[in-house]
């Protein structure tokens, strides 16, 4: 079973200390959400995990199936099983989506056996044909450039079925509830749900408990100022819903652990 662990994590962005000695532990199989107020850290935490050039890692340790990690490069570490869905995906011009997968799975196979000479195109296609159909997507999505004029919610469900395709062990999911409608959002949860199980560890960072009514953490962690305050079960997100932030920065903020 793999297990992303990451101890005392310190990371700064343009000289500015943004991670200030983050722990937490993800395995395969579990549901992890992340919530916390805005700049508090967490999509540098998921660039960080990923090995985004602009982050510095300044102290602590991020082991990944017995590897530290922060040894190797971003595509060392996807092709390892690690996988980010980003709060802001870029488009690739002149890449379709179709190409962008195949490549990125041939990888990831080749990571694992060097001999592996690619998934023949024809049982790439049906592949895809069927995770598409999984994320309720026109079929016509394939041929078009990644992201490219991809309204918000298409690019969501895009990042979805990179997941699916490339099947990681930890997957990092970063708002990627963020603009989308009722259904699609319910759909793309279902997406995620369809890949969670004993294969994969899930990382959901989200603002909004209505995500976490469809993907089922067993943990919720909040986040602020660089740290891990508090963890708990299901019903912290239900608590934070009705509460707000104001008793974590209390406690937390002018208090013992506070700067
Ligand atoms: N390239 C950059 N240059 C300078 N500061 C940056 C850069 N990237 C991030 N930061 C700063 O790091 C802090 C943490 O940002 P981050 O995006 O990790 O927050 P977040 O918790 O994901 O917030 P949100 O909930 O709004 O997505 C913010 O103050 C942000 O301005
Ligand atoms: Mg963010």
Redesign the pocket.
Known sequence: MSELVVKNLHAS??G?E?LKGLDLTVRQGEVHAIM????????????TLMGHP??RVTGGEVWFKGQNILELEADERSRLGLFLAF?YPVAIPGVSVANFLRTALNARRRATNPEDKGMPIPEFRKMLKEKMELLKMDSAFAGRYLNDGFSGGEKKRAEILQMATLKPEIAIL??TDSGLDIDALRIVAEGVNALTGPNLGALV?T?YQRLLNYIKPQFVHI?LD?RIVESGGADLALHLEEQGYDWVREKYENGESGK
Do not use: F, V, W
Request: proline letters at 4%.
């Open positions: 962005i343009e500015k943004i916390g107020p805005n700049a508090t850290g967490k999509s540098t935490l998921a660039y602009n982050y709060q970063d708002e960072i603002h986040m660089g």
